[in-house]
C-alpha cells in the first residue's frame, strides 16, 4: 500500500517526467552537434570541388597545334 499523498506522487511524476526530458535533450542536442560538423565538412569540401572546376589545370592548346593524329 502506497502511503505517499497525491502531490507527492505527482511530484515523483514530475520529477521522472523531467529526467526524461532532459536526457532527450542531450540526445538532441548530440545529434545536431554532429550534424553541423557533417555540414561544415560538406562545405568544405565543396569549397575545394568549386576551386578545383573553376581553376584550368592546364593551358588549352592554341589552333595553330597539330593535332596528334597528323
Known sequence: MDTSSPAEQRLTEL??????????????????????????????ELRALRQMVLTPASPRPTGDERPPHY
Open 15 to 44: 520529477e521522472i517526467r523531467s529526467g526524461f526530458a532532459e536526457d532527450l535533450l542531450d540526445t538532441l542536442n548530440q545529434t545536431v552537434y554532429r550534424q553541423q560538423q557533417q555540414i561544415d565538412q560538406l562545405q568544405q
